[in-house]
């Protein structure tokens, strides 16, 4: 069983950055393929970034690409979001997740194929 916590998430105006952390537990997720999500009022849960077991693959939303960054440190059990650029939105709650498979068990996309879900963390962006 993985514990997953999500961290850093706040108030930011557009244009400003944000850096979530997803600190797992109860076992390593090292090796473990992870993504973020994220989920605004009224919307479906959509994909943002997910990134392989290794860290050595990652993939983003067309909506997302050249302003966020994800990463790993399998070292401390810990995945990141870096937010740039940020837009209202981008205004959500973002959702880390983790997929025992090393690499993705599925659709690195779909958020129906990962094991492990943290609490959220809410993003807002003012304009």
């Known amino acids: 069983q993985v514990q997953l916590v999500e961290s850093g998430g706040g108030l930011v105006q557009a244009g400003g950055s944000l850096r979530l952390s997803c600190a797992a537990s109860?076992?390593?997720?090292?090796?473990?393929?992870m993504g973020w999500f994220r989920q605004a009022p009224g919307k479906e849960r959509e994909f943002v970034a997910a990134?392989?077991?290794?860290?050595?693959?990652?993939f983003y939303a067309d909506c997302v690409k050249g302003r966020f960054t994800i990463s790993r440190d399998n070292a401390k059990n810990t995945g990141y979001l870096q937010m740039n650029s940020l837009k209202p939105e981008d205004t959500a709650v973002y959702y880390c997740?983790?997929?025992?498979?090393?690499?993705?068990?599925?659709?690195?996309?779909?958020?129906?194929?990962?094991?492990?879900w943290g609490q959220g963390t809410q993003v807002t962006v003012s304009s």
């Open positions: 997740a983790a997929d025992r498979s090393p690499w993705f068990s599925g659709r690195y996309s779909s958020y129906s194929i990962y094991d492990y």
């Open positions: 109860g076992r390593t997720f090292s090796n473990y393929a």
């Open positions: 990134i392989s077991g290794s860290g050595g693959r990652t």
